[in-house]
């Protein structure tokens, strides 16, 4: 098996583990998986979601900083760096990020709901509620643009 077979193989596994809630096992196989093959965004993104699910913040950024370099047009990568900002209150990274989702892939409603929340934190209510709306007609976000509209409209 060769180094780009094997990490993905290690990647795959590190999948499966997460999707049990077995994210430690997760973690060494995405880690594995990367040293077969530094450059492999799939698992640099897993890595980061994973370190994300901990709540291992500052990790989980280094690898969808990663990701991003590695694959600039990774709309997932761009969405997960976007909420990583929004949690460490990088809101204008987070603001970012999501741009740049929406940018190659103006039908993903998690980056318009992603950039959503983050204008509201700078209370620029009316781009929130235009970002939240959107991913309310697209679907997917409906509970948490729902509850962000009615938030909007409570301080308009």
């Not at 999948?15 to 990367?34: M, P, S």
């Not at 962000?148 to 301080?155: D, G, K, P, V």
Request: charged share 30%; proline share 2%; aromatic share 10%.
């Amino acid at each position: 098996m060769n180094d780009t077979k094997k990490a993905e193989h290690l990647n795959d596994e590190g999948v499966a583990y997460a999707r049990t809630g077995n994210l430690d096992k997760a973690i060494d196989r995405f880690r594995a998986a990367l040293q077969c093959d530094p450059f492999y965004p799939e698992a640099h993104h897993n890595l980061a979601f994973a370190y994300y699910q901990k709540g291992n913040l500052i990790d989980a950024l280094a690898e969808a900083e990663t990701t991003v370099r590695l694959a600039p047009t990774y709309v997932d990568a761009l969405c997960l760096l976007s909420a990583i900002n929004y949690d460490l209150h990088r809101i204008g990274n987070a603001i970012d990020a999501a741009e740049r989702a929406i940018m190659f892939d103006r039908s993903n409603s998690e980056a318009h709901y992603l950039l959503a929340r983050a204008y509201f934190e700078q209370r620029r209510y009316l781009d929130a509620k235009r970002e939240a709306e959107i991913a309310l007609r697209l679907g997917g976000w409906e509970t948490e643009a729902r509850q962000l509209l009615s938030a909007i409209e409570r301080l308009l």
